[in-house]
């Protein structure tokens, strides 16, 4: 007998009394407001116009107007933790998301996986009566889930969302996404060439979740989570976006940030006497050759030339994506959703230094540890941000960007790493219009923010468990109080072997350079700053206050245990991406794949990196047989074997860089064929890449032989995947266009495998595991 039944029960219904409600669900605070959440990538706090950047940002810069301006708003310094804070108002290695999923380790804050004492923000509005939608991308999925037969546990429709469409992962191409759709991979809708870019099939999408909303639902109020692949890597931009900036980063970098920090000065978002921070400042034993700096007037005239091309790229698609987000923002105002709508327009860390001092035609080489040259480079000069490209500005636009502090993207003990644009908009709520706020608030402050403003609160049990407090502080009191004091007493930094610790206006920093391999935490040196005397971290006042440094390090170890934090990790990132992490499926050494299925992703695909390998493929086919049989990865990185003009070719395209290392057969009969290759790993290049020998087979015969380097990390971060019968999104390689379908016979299967085992004793085994007739 349900106890929460208050009717009575006979044996005839006309003789009873129903009782609704212990049944109907709950209704949201009367006069909740929407929320919409617009998180941008990679983004340093001097990149916007909003804050006397020289990127226009005509759709930020309206709410702003009509809004406020954080000066002085933090992140983790990377993006999948400071994601997690947003997700549950708790610290991110209480989320134990200590880094991006793809660096899990095992350790309590470093597991990749919310735990149960961590409900969402989206669970908690969803059982509030809220519709919760999230568009774009997601970077909280552990990479051993992100499979078609994976585990949903951590995918968003699970942690408390209605709707999802966008991307699992940390970076996609904007031109040619792997897509989700809810619960499961989709193919783009249509091509590049017919006007897709991600940002507006993110606004496309986000429009018609509301509108479908609103036609069914109109009284109910909604959350949405709008996360652009900008401005992470690969920049990519319509043309007409980028030459709106053409010449406008002539000048360089330095000047860019002596410009810049003028113009935050005058906007109010950086007090009077705001002094600059050096270009490189961190000490030569220390720092890390690939976070360099090279001074402008160093650099040749190509180089140069490439460079401010590289910003213009940047600049274009960061207005490309606002333009997008003005849309729902016009569709709000236009049905009177608006004025009730609090929306939150920020960044999720410092702009990225990921590009290495020369700027990068393939981001791919920094998670590969591999160096970019400029004559390589220079040939994609008039493509820049096109397809053609997987771009990323180099190390000194970082900087700029993230002017006046210290360092970017990674850095946690800097603000150049953690201090972020944050507007807030919200008419209904706010009387403030067009002011600057300085209190200081972190990622984890937007939850607490968000139930604060809707009547609600974290439950101190939920589905049985009971949870972790909030770390978050709510920001609502400073909406309408300018000098109010910050609510917020302390926050703790660490991120990839970096640490500091923020209490009461005073800012401890460990001197410690992230994937460094350096190790010796022990060893680090400790700098002081008054950060409400010195925003910009420039003076380390750590001898004269040896006391207040001593005690500010005691609570970073205190916060620390509070935490999960330890052990600290700064391990190269292909030291990290490449660490043994427990899969759903067995450890084996031969994989088979059939025609007929989705692209298998990445994280869960054969590893073939850094190792000898073979492939055979079992087909029947006709004299006119041709496409792909085999492919995995991008023009920026992967491998395919097809048929083209009747010969078997293998393709192996190292990070994009030409020409594209080939194998080719003679011409193939009509009928039966086990066809493959076999690389044998020889040795390891300057930079750890694979050198070798590469076999091309038809049946028992050799077909062709040569010389081949390969990849010892990722093809892409969150790239194509692995396909039989086709290749998805773009293409391997540039003689066949996506999706290179394979006609004129039937593949029966493709065997990869990984052993020690030779070629032809696996492809007399392949023959029978294929069950060929």
Known sequence: MNEDFKGNIELDVRDSVADWSPYVLKKAPKGAPNILVVLYDDTGLAAWSPYGGRIEMPVMQRLADNGLTYSQWHTTALCSPTRSCFLTGRNHHVNRSSAITEASNGFPGAAARLPAECATIGQVLQDNGYSTFWVGKNHNVPEEDVASGGSRSEWPLQKGFDRFYGFLGGETNQWYPDLVEDNRFIEQPYSPEDGYHLSKDMADQALAMLRDQQATNP????????????????????????????????????????????????????????????????????????????????????????????????????????????????????????????????????????????????????????????????????????????????????????TPFQMFKRYSQFSGGTCDPMVIHWPAGIE??????????????????????????????????????????????????????????????????????????????????????????????????????????????????????????????????????????????????????????PPRNRYIYYPGTAPVPEGVAVNVRGRSYKIIADVDITADAAGVIFAHGSRFGGHALFIKDRKLHYVYNFLGIKPEQEFVSEELTPGQHALGMEFIRESAGDYGESHGTTTLYVDDKVAAKGPMRAQVGKFTLSGDGLCVGYDSGDNVSSQYRAPGTFAGGTILGVGIDVSDEVYLDLEKEAAAAFARD
Request: glycine fraction near 8%; charge should be negative.
């Open 219 to 402: 009284t109910k109020p909604w959350y949405m989570w709008f996360c652009p692949g900008a401005n992470h890597a690969p920049h990519h931009s319509p043309t007409e976006y980028v030459e709106k900036y053409k010449g406008m980063f002539d000048d360089g970098y330095e000047a860019y940030r002596e410009w810049v920090l003028t113009r935050m000065v005058e906007k109010g978002i950086l007090p009077v006497g705001t002094q600059m921070t050096p270009l490189n400042p961190m000490p030569d034993d220390i720092a890390v050759e690939a976070d360099q700096v090279r001074p402008w007037d160093s650099l040749n005239d190509d180089e140069k030339k490439l460079f401010a091309r590289m910003a213009e790229v940047f600049a274009g698609f960061s207005e490309y994506t606002d333009a997008q987000v003005g849309r729902v923002i016009d569709y709000l105002e236009k049905t009177g959703q608006l004025e009730n709508t609090l929306v939150f327009y920020c960044a999720d860390n410092g702009a990225s230094g990921e590009g290495s001092p020369n700027g990068s035609v393939n981001e791919n080489k920094f998670f590969n540890g591999y160096p970019d040259e400029l004559e390589e480079n220079m040939k994609y000069l008039e493509t820049l941000g096109g397809p053609d490209t997987y771009n990323h500005y180099p190390t000194g636009w970082a900087v700029a960007f993230s």
């Open 432 to 585: 403030a219009k067009g002011e600057v706020r300085h209190q200081y608030h972190h990622a984890t402050d937007v939850v607490a923010t968000i139930l604060d403003v809707a009547g609600l609160e974290m439950p101190a049990t939920y589905r049985g468990v009971e949870q972790y407090p909030l770390n978050g502080v709510s920001m609502k009191y400073s909406f309408d109080d300018p000098d109010a004091p910050t609510a917020k007493k302390r926050q703790y930094y660490t991120m990839l072997g970096t640490r500091g610790i923020w209490e009461d206006g005073w800012k401890a920093s460990a001197i410690h350079a992230p994937l460094s391999g350096a190790g010796h935490f022990d060893q680090d040196r400790w700098e002081l700053y008054h950060v409400d005397e010195d925003r910009s971290e420039s003076e380390d006042l750590a001898a004269k206050h040896p006391d207040k440094l001593q005690e500010l390090i005691n609570t970073w170890f205190d916060e620390a245990e509070a935490n999960f934090v330890l052990p600290l990790d700064d391990r190269s990132a292909t030291e990290l991406l490449t660490t043994e992490r427990p899969q759903s499926e």
